[in-house]
């Protein structure tokens, strides 16, 4: 069973960043796919990064591409998020999640993926 929490989140102002990070406890499996999803007051949860265990491919959600970097480390079972020149509508509870390791269709579903954290509140201030 694999457990994640999620931490460094806060409250910034428009422009500047943040560097939410995931703590894994628990074996990942080689195969999974480490991913963060956020949810917006009154809005669906939505996926924002993403980045294979083994083979360091990323992929990103056109909201946050060019702004924004997921990164692992393999060592310290952790997955780190970065994002550049918030803004307010980057405002969102964002979470980390796993998948099982198992197929995987690369859709950014979130019934794909079998493990969650509770959520790091990031606010964006204007």
């Known amino acids: 069973q694999l457990q994640l929490v999620e931490s460094g989140g806060g409250l910034v102002q428009a422009g500047g960043s943040l560097r939410p990070d995931c703590a894994a406890s628990?074996?990942?499996?080689?195969?999974?796919?480490m991913g963060w999803f956020r949810q917006a007051p009154g809005k669906v949860r939505e996926f924002v990064a993403g980045?294979?265990?083994?083979?360091?491919?990323?992929d990103y959600a056109d909201s946050v591409k060019g702004r924004s970097t997921i990164s692992r480390d393999i060592a310290k079972n952790t997955v780190v998020l970065r994002i550049y020149s918030l803004k307010p509508e980057d405002t969102a509870v964002y979470y980390c999640?796993?998948?099982?390791?198992?197929?995987?269709?690369?859709?950014?579903?979130?019934?794909?993926?079998?493990?969650w954290g509770q959520g790091t509140q990031v606010t964006v201030s204007s």
């Open positions: 999640a796993a998948t099982a390791g198992t197929y995987y269709s690369g859709r950014h579903l979130e019934t794909e993926y079998a493990y």
């Open positions: 980045i294979r265990w083994s083979a360091v491919s990323t």
């Open positions: 628990g074996s990942i499996a080689r195969n999974s796919v």
